[in-house]
């Protein structure tokens, strides 16, 4: 895969051919560099891609990603979020909203929000990431907007559960293809039945562990 400026100019040159125009003022870089590399001054950018501004994260999708691949900021950004919609809920219980209808909206907005794409960056946090989330949910709970204490660790395990079950019934999931092949065991002997009979990927580092298909394999595999 080309790097650097020749990527730039790729894509530069597929614009011009298809009539289009690259903005580099709407272009961001992020680079992922290692640990060690981290500790060190962070290398210039080619003279090539001066216009295009390098961050430290972006939105994508509504998900806040970082150079270090941890979910700590997004944590920070739905909390902070969230906060605000504790406030809305506050308004309309001063307005008179039943106590259901309230539970009903933080359901609807709170937890939504905190489980929107979950599945994907919930392996990512740390356990100072699940000590927030959790106090932010005892908040709600507290507050009277939740019937039940739940953790954010089992919201994430009934979401992810109910993806993994999709994904793995359904061959037509734009995930499913992500699967990895059928043991050799399930295809010539009858076993007893487990959740999936598929291969296991190896445990080659962190980061990879924390995915969602290699968390859910590993998961679901006895």
Known sequence: MPKGPSLVT????????????????????????????????????????????????????????????????????????CARLLYALRVLR??????????????????????????????????????RLNSFLRRCWKFGYSNRSITFEDMCAEADEQLFDRLINDTNHVLHRLLPPPTTASQHYKIRSRTHTLQLPEHSTRLSDSNFLVRMLYRDCY
């Open 94 to 131: 001063a307005q008179g909203l039943p106590q259901q209808s309230l539970m009903d909206v933080c359901r609807a907005t709170i937890q939504g929000k905190l489980l929107y794409a979950a599945s994907a960056w919930s392996g990512f946090c740390t356990a100072g990431d699940r000590v």
């Open 10 to 81: 790729r894509v530069q040159a597929w614009a011009t051919e298809n009539n289009l125009r690259l903005n580099a003022s709407k272009c961001k870089e992020m680079t992922f560099p290692s640990p060690r590399a981290r500790a060190r001054k962070s290398q210039q950018l080619p003279p090539l891609c001066l216009d295009i501004e390098r961050v430290q994260q972006m939105i994508v999708l509504g998900v806040v990603i970082n150079d270090r691949l941890s979910a700590s900021d997004h944590v920070t950004y739905l909390i902070i979020s």
